[in-house]
């Protein structure tokens, strides 16, 4: 995108607070962005947690913000979903039954960075990844049975491009 898709406006808000209004409506009781620019984030009253592996990538996020989370389920969404939607995170969450992780799956894709994660089955997993050096989510989850939902894309379809920024109404 060429600039911090965080604080790209997307129907007059950023990205980053369409998605922690989204939680917020779906009953999370607590949001919180993994890393960032902490300033220009927090100037949209959003709480910031410095991510304890800047630059590794995704997977180092991701035990971030398990490692940081105070419930055990825990919602991780990256900052760049379109149409964010209470209605799709709370049946996201509600899908995880007794497997420690639900990953939504648009155009038959798993969306990693769109997924719910019980902290306590999933973080000492994923943290030994990373420090074996695995930088992939998925790569890392392989050690999970991680519920996959066919075909949940409403609510979970993200901006990788210019022309993926339709909508945000």
Known sequence: MGRDKALLELGGKPMAVRVANALTR???SEVFCVGGDTDALR?????????EHPGEGPLGGLVTALSA???DIVVVLACDLVEPSDGAIGRL???????PAAVPVVA??????????????????LRTAFEQGERS?????AMLDVQLLSESGAGFADAD???DL????
């Open 93 to 99: 969450v509600e899908s995880v039954g007794a497997a």
């Open 166 to 169: 339709t909508g945000g109404g």
């Open 26 to 28: 779906a009953g999370a």
């Open 137 to 141: 989510i998925h790569r890392a989850a």
């Open 69 to 71: 989370a105070r419930h």
């Open 108 to 125: 038959r894709r798993p969306q990693w960075l769109h997924a719910v994660w019980k902290r306590d089955a999933c973080l000492e997993v």
């Open 43 to 51: 100037v949209h009253s959003l709480r910031v947690v410095p991510d």
């Open 161 to 163: 491009r210019p022309e």
